[in-house]
């Protein structure tokens, strides 16, 4: 195993901090155990060498797979189900009171894409429910190209299958022969997967009325906290939502979001004239 010194492990730091928010400052076993060996089996002979050539080109396949490698991706189907109450039985009977027809979701750092299909099923079986005409779609985006791959193909262990409600297995899930299982057709169809860097400023461009970004602020500091929740607040339009883990807080002073319960916050009117 190549060895990783505190010299290069500052510099993986900053780089991190700098190209995508998280703060890694408390992860050195992480950042070496997760890069160690696969350097090596690329060739090279030390962390200053992949170093010297990942931060040189951020554009790079070698800097995507780095990413790919130490980002954290742990998620669950119905993961702190109080997000997916408030979304039933207060956020989308809201949403088909204002008549809205089509209902748009974000799903950021989506991961491997259990929450996306999580919401979808909640929302796909509520419009059934209430015979309603609005459709919807939700949007999956993570900074890691591999996970990404694993939520399109939206094919799972078994383990996750009884972390669905039973009536939802048996209308959104197909068993396969291996024991795994996968997402139906349909549902799929209502979901699209882009790459995406949270603090890249370009972001955020289309509107949505409810916004999951959920355990991912706990790895990022304050100064880029407080740069996203611009972002955010942004991108979700008038009287929407915004969700988040049920660990992390924001906006202090409450400018931009408004506190509804723990994960979740409703989207505050700021003039431009306060942003």
């Known amino acids: 195993m190549i060895p990783l010194d505190e010299h290069e492990f500052h510099r993986a730091v900053e780089y991190v901090r700098a190209h995508y928010g998280i703060n890694l400052e408390k992860k050195f076993a992480l950042v070496q155990a997760r890069l160690s060996l696969d350097i090596e089996r690329k060739g090279y002979r030390s962390f200053k060498e992949y170093f010297d050539k990942v931060f040189a080109a951020p554009q790079s396949l070698e800097a995507q797979q780095m990413i790919d490698k130490i980002s954290t991706n742990h998620t669950f189907f119905f993961r702190e189900p109080s997000c997916f109450e408030h979304m039933k039985n207060t956020a989308l009977p809201e949403l088909l009171k204002r008549g809205?027809?089509?209902i748009s979701i974000w799903s950021a750092a989506a991961s491997t894409g259990q929450?996306?299909?999580?919401i979808a099923m909640l929302l796909d079986d509520y419009l059934r429910a209430h015979k309603s005409e609005a459709s919807?779609?939700?949007v999956g985006t993570d900074i890691n190209s591999q996970v990404l791959k694993t939520a399109a193909a939206g094919v799972y262990p078994q383990s996750e299958f009884f972390k669905i409600p039973a009536v939802f297995r048996g209308r959104y899930c197909t068993q396969r022969s291996d024991g795994s299982f996968e997402i139906c057709?349909?549902?799929k169809s209502k979901i699209s997967w882009h790459k995406n860097n949270l603090i890249?400023?370009?972001n955020a461009v289309f509107r949505y009325h409810l916004l999951f970004c959920r355990n991912v602020m706990i790895y990022f500091d304050a100064p880029t906290k407080q740069k996203l929740m611009q972002r955010l607040h942004r991108a979700i339009y008038d009287d929407g939502y915004l969700y988040l883990g049920s660990t992390e807080t924001i906006d202090?002073?409450?400018?931009y979001f408004a506190y509804i319960s723990p994960?979740?916050?409703a989207k505050n009117k700021?003039?431009?004239y306060e942003r």
């Open 270 to 272: 700021v003039t431009k």
């Open 136 to 138: 919807f779609t939700v």
């Open 185 to 187: 057709a349909d549902l």
């Open 200 to 202: 890249d400023p370009t």
């Open 252 to 255: 202090p002073g409450r400018k």
């Open 263 to 265: 994960s979740v916050f």
């Open 100 to 102: 809205i027809k089509q």
């Open 115 to 118: 929450e996306c299909y999580s």
